[in-house]
């Protein structure tokens, strides 16, 4: 891996995982120009490094946030362990730990079809008609923006059936973030809870994940340089802020389309060119 690939897929992935045009579909499409195999042990090590850089990225962001989980997390413990919790009475962050596990539930599903799932990222076919995809539901993002829901007043089936759009989200080509926001502003969220709850929700699913292939990684060994590595999650953390911030933005002005228009085009190219080369 040479320092400049380490850099260029360091912001693909720091600008891919935020926007909504999908890491996993541009990381496989770069990847292969590149010349990279996709199942490499070097790639398996770089990736984890990416996907940990832009988790430090969502916990920067959301920071407010994640420390409110976490004290939530305990003060919830210590409530069912004194028989004080209540559903009713629990304050926000009590609420949104609940929604954020439930959101989780969908993924264990994809386990079973796991390694189906992972033969599709060698297919630029399946990525360009996932692109295609996720331009349909970024059209859905600017039409369905006018929900109230937020944290305080959503019911628990809102965070299964955002979930279940994380859940197809895993397929290379679907973006993470355009499917969980399209999910939550189907659901009825206020624009800006559907966009803070579709980042927050990924933290877990981005560490599961990571876990997974770190195992992976162990089987098959680790051939990236670190110092390559840590430069990819460095670039990835610092491009993938900026990301974030211009997804508020883009949601508050109700721009979607501009990267429906450009899913659609990346998703026609990489069809094209896997039928032509």
Not at 13 to 40: M, R, T
Not at 167 to 189: D, E, H, K, Y
């Amino acid at each position: 891996m040479e320092l400049l690939k380490a850099i260029i897929l360091g912001i693909i992935q720091g600008l891919a995982e935020f926007l909504p045009i999908s890491s996993s579909g541009h990381l496989v499409l770069a990847q292969q120009i590149f010349g990279l195999s996709y199942n490499e042990a070097e790639n398996l090590a770089f990736d984890v490094f990416l996907h940990f850089g832009t988790l430090v990225a969502v916990i920067i962001v959301f920071r407010a946030t994640v420390w409110g989980l976490i004290k939530a997390f305990f003060s919830s413990v210590k409530k069912i362990f004194t028989g004080k919790y209540c559903w009713k009475t629990a304050e926000k962050y009590e609420k949104m730990l609940v929604f954020v596990i439930i959101s989780m539930i969908p993924l264990f599903f994809v386990l079973l079809v796991k390694d189906k799932v992972e033969a599709l990222f060698s297919s630029t076919l399946a990525v360009g008609l996932l692109l295609i995809l996720t331009s349909g539901l970024l059209i859905l993002c600017d039409r369905f923006s006018k929900g109230k829901i937020t944290c305080e007043n959503a019911k628990l089936r809102h965070p299964l059936i955002v979930g279940l759009f994380q859940a197809v989200a895993t397929l290379p080509g679907i973006s993470r973030s355009g499917a969980t926001i399209t999910g939550g502003l189907l659901c009825g969220f206020d624009k800006a809870f559907a966009v803070e709850f579709a980042f927050v929700m990924s933290i877990p699913a981005v560490l599961g994940a990571n876990l997974l292939t770190i195992l992976d990684v162990i089987e098959v060994g680790m051939e990236t340089p670190v110092i390559y590595c840590i430069l990819g999650a460095a670039v990835s953390a610092v491009v993938g802020v900026l990301a974030i911030w211009m997804v508020k933005l883009i949601s508050e002005k109700n721009k979607f389309f501009i990267f429906s228009i450009y899913c659609a085009a990346v998703g026609i190219f990489a069809v094209l060119w896997s039928l032509l080369r």
